[in-house]
């Protein structure tokens, strides 16, 4: 299967610590990456390979995988993390990317 | 600083076509894997599809929904990405993105009306 599944909305504590999963068959196979996006904007890059971060993210944001889920860990939530997070990754079979549905995070 | 900048959107009679084109800089574009990436208002990122630098063989691949409709393509020489999008559905209206995944353009809109 080429799906990605993520919860629809997740909700944290300012200042503790959330965890965004994505869960796919294709996970056993690749790393995904992570992409954050606000409203109005494009999406941005935060987390690709096995934990990378590109420059400017963070490290309050890291990436973990076990099987076929894959996880975006928060530390100390800020109100400026309040945006959509997408996972993506490759479809097996075809060679096609493909997103997960996406998270909508809300910082409490 | 890398810039990613769509033009080309906006509104079209189902049915229809539209050429979509992203002038990049910044970055070595003839490396460069390039996708389109399109969002419905209101949705979720949805894939559209994908060339490879020269490179890499420079081959195409699209997803389900718009393949044998939609054609990439990419001319070297100006840095720019192209979409020809045909036989345009409602179901295609969206903001589209041109992207190296790393970079995002900021999109342009495509409306397809009922």
């Known amino acids: 299967s080429s799906e990605l599944t993520q919860d629809p909305a997740v909700s944290v504590a300012l200042g503790q610590t959330v965890r965004i999963t994505c869960q796919g068959d294709?996970?056993?196979?690749?790393?995904p990456s992570w992409f954050q996006q606000k409203p109005g904007q494009p999406p941005l890059l935060v987390i690709f390979?096995?934990?990378d971060r590109p420059s400017g993210i963070p490290d309050r944001f890291s990436g973990s995988i076990s099987g076929n889920t894959a996880s975006l860990t928060i530390a100390g939530a800020q109100a400026g993390d309040e945006a959509d997070y997408y996972c993506?990754?490759?479809?097996?079979?075809?060679?096609?990317?493909?997103f997960g549905g996406g998270t909508k995070l809300t910082v409490l | 600083e890398v810039q990613l900048v769509e033009s080309g959107g906006g509104l079209v009679k189902p049915g229809g076509s539209l050429r979509l084109s992203c002038a990049a800089s910044?970055?070595?574009?003839?490396?460069?894997?390039m996708s389109w990436v399109r969002q419905a208002p209101g949705k979720g990122l949805e894939w559209v599809g994908r060339?490879?630098?020269?490179?890499?063989?420079?081959?195409?691949d699209y997803a389900a929904p718009v393949k044998g409709r939609f054609t990439i393509s990419r001319d070297d020489s100006k840095n720019t990405l192209f979409l020809q999008m045909n036989s345009l559905k409602t179901e295609d209206t969206a903001v589209y993105y041109c992207?190296?995944?790393?970079?995002w353009g900021q999109g342009t809109l495509v409306t397809v009306p009922s």
């Open positions: 390979g096995e934990n």
């Open positions: 993506q990754s490759r479809d097996i079979s075809y060679n096609h990317l493909v």
């Open positions: 910044g970055v070595t574009f003839s490396n460069a894997w």
């Open positions: 060339i490879r630098s020269k490179s890499g063989g420079g081959t195409t």
């Open positions: 294709s996970l056993r196979s690749y790393y």
């Open positions: 992207t190296t995944l790393f970079y």
